[in-house]
């Protein structure tokens, strides 16, 4: 399966229900996924952040990078095996007109013609749930029932703080 595929069918798995916006936003989600696990080029030292050599953009992700992205799990739940729309990722409906949709969007997601709707974020729930990890962090977007938050890669959430005893007088 090309990566064109494997991004459509879980763009198909975890929106395929939803509004095209929504199927959007998780394209672009997918490619600042990708471009955030690619390493980093070494910055000129001194040089201005749009100057040559001062990497205001990064380069847009490769093959492999989006093959990572969309196979993680923690990113798309669909990706479990005991997810119920994981079906959805091994026999979509070939018919069904949300997979074109879905097929287009990968498409342009991956040609690099796809604007960016969540502002570089990274993680995303449905808005139906919290996750815990979601409980102390501030939404970058919603878009059509999908919520979105750009999190540093590695960057974990506050732990609470720890009990303090209290000597009763």
């Known amino acids: 399966m090309n990566c064109t595929e494997l991004l459509a069918r879980t763009l198909y798995a975890e929106a395929?229900?939803?509004?095209v916006r929504a199927i959007e936003a998780l394209a672009a989600l997918a490619v600042n996924r990708a471009r955030a696990a690619m390493p980093r080029p070494a910055r000129i030292p001194g040089a201005a952040p749009f100057a040559p050599?001062?990497?205001?953009?990064?380069?847009e992700p490769g093959l492999q990078e989006m093959t990572a992205a969309c196979r993680d799990p923690f990113l798309f739940p669909s990706r479990n095996p005991r997810h119920p729309a994981h079906a959805l990722l091994a026999a979509p409906h070939p018919g069904d007109p949300a997979l074109a949709v879905c097929r287009r969007v990968a498409a342009r997601a991956l040609a690099g013609a796809l604007a960016d709707p969540t502002q570089g974020a990274t993680h995303w729930h449905p808005a139906e749930s919290l996750p815990a990890w979601a409980v102390a962090r501030e939404a970058v977007a919603e878009i059509a029932?999908?919520?979105?938050?750009?999190?540093?890669?590695?960057?974990?959430?506050?732990s609470p703080a720890p009990p303090v005893l209290v000597a009763a007088a």
């Open 145 to 158: 029932g999908l919520v979105f938050y750009r999190l540093e890669m590695g960057e974990r959430p506050a």
């Open 53 to 59: 050599g001062g990497h205001a953009r990064l380069p």
């Open 16 to 19: 395929g229900t939803r509004p």
